[in-house]
């Protein structure tokens, strides 16, 4: 029997050992900001199988000055006290290097139209539901399980491969995925378990950004509101030449990747919401000020400082054209994400890698995809010169009620990243 095929049916034969380590991690109540819980697990099974873990706290010290440096919302509310990242070295040969993993934290659960209990997995035949059992738990659990195969079966690696188990990508990645690279945990390659159903790649993220935008406006009585000046309804008028930008950026530009696996985002690959707003506190007073808080999201193609420009030029025609914007301007701050996009070259060795094992498992052909979503990936690719490709399970109803995904597509991610890590890193024996 070949090293393959035995690779095969020893990761096959773990299949309950990953559907148990899954529900571990979705116990493991890891909110951005509070992602101990999920770490605790990812520490211990690495303890049990004999790795020994590098557990620390990100210092924002020590990366602020990095051109891929903001601050987090979530650092900005909790800090990084109790916020570990993990990372574990297995030593291989003198060949290349290579990280896999992904991250442990999780969107938290506002929506009550769940119809099973978010922090429990619960499997109803292939499918297995659960808070973050797809983004992307499931795939730290698959990762794992390719490590533990690996070192059942025997084989020894002919380069390092670095495992990673990060936090707060969900809210921008700074310190986890930047963390661990400013650590010293800079690979040739890296393999990231994100859900996007195996065998597709995804090869490309979003830029993503947060701006806030302050409407002044003029206080007084409602029943002297002729004399005040609503804030309101100037920031009304802010709001719809927004919604006019984003609907010429949505005629004007394209991304095919984004779309080749969900064909409802075809003229939809960019996206500017205003997500809150903020104004008065009395029925009977004008208020003085507004504020609105908005994202933009974009695919490879525009650079941050050109989506900025778009944004503020809008504001500031808007300002132009009205008596009290003129002489009180509205004020535009950027905050929390402020992500570039990036691509990843399809030619790369760790994407046609991938890409060959993900279709040799799955028996299926797989597509290039990404560029709507800000992905970690984008720090290895754009600020060390390192290809990232993500192979990952099924997901389904990401960030919503009853997310879910497959015990056969995590099995198959889990195969797909073995195979891949020993064709990427070869063999010393």
């Known amino acids: 029997m070949s090293r393959s095929t035995e690779l095969s049916q020893v990761l096959r034969s773990k299949k309950e050992e990953l559907v148990t380590l899954t529900e571990e991690l979705v116990k493991a109540k890891s909110v951005t900001g509070h992602e101990q819980p999920a770490q605790d697990v990812v520490i211990d099974r690495l303890k049990a199988t004999g790795l020994e873990p590098d557990v620390w706290e990100p210092d924002p010290k020590n ?23 993990v990372a574990t070295y297995l030593e291989g040969g003198d060949g290349p290097t290579l990280t896999v993993g992904g991250h442990v934290d999780v969107v938290d659960v506002t929506d009550s139209e769940w119809e099973y209990e978010p922090w429990e997995l619960r499997q109803e035949g292939d499918k297995l539901y659960g808070r973050g059992v797809a983004d992307m738990k499931g795939g730290i659990a698959a990762v794992l399980i390719a490590i533990e195969a690996l070192q059942e079966v025997g084989i020894e690696l002919g380069g390092d491969l670095i495992f990673q188990s990060v936090i707060e990508e969900e809210d921008g990645g700074v310190g986890g995925t930047l963390s661990a690279l400013e650590r010293g945990y800079v690979p040739d390659a890296a393999i990231i378990a994100e859900p996007f159903n195996v065998p597709n790649l995804c090869v490309a993220s979003a830029g993503v950004m947060y701006f806030r935008v302050t409407v002044p ?42 779309y080749r696996a969900d064909s409802s985002l075809e003229g939809n690959v960019t996206n500017l919401n205003i997500g809150t707003i903020g104004a008065g506190d009395w029925p009977s007073t004008v208020p003085s000020e507004a504020v609105l808080e908005g994202r933009i999201g974009w695919p490879p193609g525009e650079s941050r400082a050109e989506v900025r420009d778009q944004i503020e030029s809008v504001i500031q025609s808007v300002a132009a054209e009205d008596e009290w914007l003129i002489e009180h301007p509205p004020e535009l ?51 060390y010169d390192v290809p990232a490709v993500s192979i990952g399970p099924e997901g389904h109803n990401l960030h919503g009620a009853d997310e879910h995904t497959t015990v056969s597509s995590l099995l198959e991610t889990s195969e797909t990243i073995a195979h891949s890590i020993v064709d990427y890193l070869g063999t010393a024996n």
């Open 333 to 383: 701050d950027w905050f929390g994400w402020q992500a570039e996009p990036h691509e990843t070259d399809t030619d790369a060795e760790i994407v046609q890698v991938a890409r060959t094992n993900a279709e040799e498992v799955t028996g299926e052909t797989g597509m290039f995809v990404g560029g709507n979503a800000g992905l970690d990936e984008r720090f290895f690719e754009l600020y």
């Open 217 to 258: 406006g003029k206080s007084i009585h409602a029943a002297w509101g002729h004399e005040g000046v609503n804030a309101i309804g100037k920031a009304t008028k802010i709001y719809e030449a927004l919604e006019e930008l984003d609907a010429e950026r949505k005629m004007r530009i394209d991304y095919p990747p984004a």
């Open 63 to 85: 990366l602020q000055d990095h051109e891929a440096f903001f601050e987090t919302s979530s650092y900005e509310k909790y800090g990084y006290d109790g916020r570990p990242n």
